[in-house]
């Protein structure tokens, strides 16, 4: 995609994003498409810890309204420390106020920025998750690599987006969302799984569900033995 492009599809984003917040968590969409990925992160995070001690880092990376990071905070999973980040100050705003009510213990912050410059160091967390917001990303390699690079030997990316590689979920994300959405783009299957290839995951799989629309998940691994 072109650099003005690009900048673009990013404005869009921010500017649709900034004039939602206030009603998102009210919203249709997010009741029926954006929440239940949230259960489908939990129940992927609960597996996958059960055999593990100790404590872990999160990232959650196009969080909205914070709810999801939230969530994990009043779990009983083993959370220290919980970041959630977005492009739209004003979503970060909005998941701020929501923290007076769900994070008695303090253990999540809200950073406003964007994902393909993330400002942490490397290796600092041992799962990043991005939920519903990769179809904004116009350099979506480049925010793998750049997630890739936040995560610690050992831990886990999950993504989930819309899936656009059936009849249906070709009408929905392809056409209908892309029409409203404008500059968005629903990456196919395999090409989500290249982005993981290339960037270094392995241990990939991919699991498709569905509510209202069909949507999957993408989780990899970045091996144990990365230097
Ligand atoms: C549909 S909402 C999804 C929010 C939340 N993850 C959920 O599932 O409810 C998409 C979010 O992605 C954010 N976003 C879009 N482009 C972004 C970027 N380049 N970097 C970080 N966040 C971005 C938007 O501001 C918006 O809050």
Not at 55 to 74: E, H, S
Not at 185 to 193: G, I, K, L
Request: glycine content about 6%; aromatic content about 14%.
């Amino acid at each position: 995609m072109m650099i003005q492009d690009a900048r673009t599809t990013k404005k869009l984003a921010k500017d649709t994003f900034e004039a939602w917040a206030e009603t998102y968590d009210h919203s249709l969409l997010n009741y029926f498409l954006f929440r239940p990925s949230y259960y489908t992160f939990l129940e992927e995070i609960a597996r996958w810890r059960a055999d593990l001690d100790g404590p872990f880092n999160i990232l959650d990376i196009g969080c909205g309204t914070g709810t999801f990071p939230c969530m994990i905070a009043l779990s009983n999973l083993d959370a220290r420390h919980i970041v959630g980040l977005d492009y739209a100050m004003e979503m970060c705003q909005q998941a701020a106020r929501k923290l007076q009510r769900f994070d008695p213990d303090h253990l999540v912050s809200f950073v406003n920025g964007d994902s393909e410059h993330l400002p942490f160091p490397d290796a600092m967390f041992d799962i990043v998750t991005c939920a519903n917001s990769f179809h904004h990303y116009p350099h979506q390699q480049v925010v793998v690599s750049e997630m890739r690079r936040l995560i610690r030997p050992g831990g886990r990316l999950m993504i989930i987006d819309g899936f656009r590689d059936n009849a249906i979920g070709w009408v929905v994300f392809d056409v209908v969302i892309a029409a409203i959405e404008k500059s968005v783009h629903h990456a196919p299957w395999t090409t989500m799984r290249s982005y993981f290839e290339q960037a270094g995951f392995s241990e990939i799989y991919h699991r498709k569900f569905n509510f209202l629309f069909p949507a999957f998940i993408t989780v990899g691994s970045v091996p144990a033995h990365d230097g």
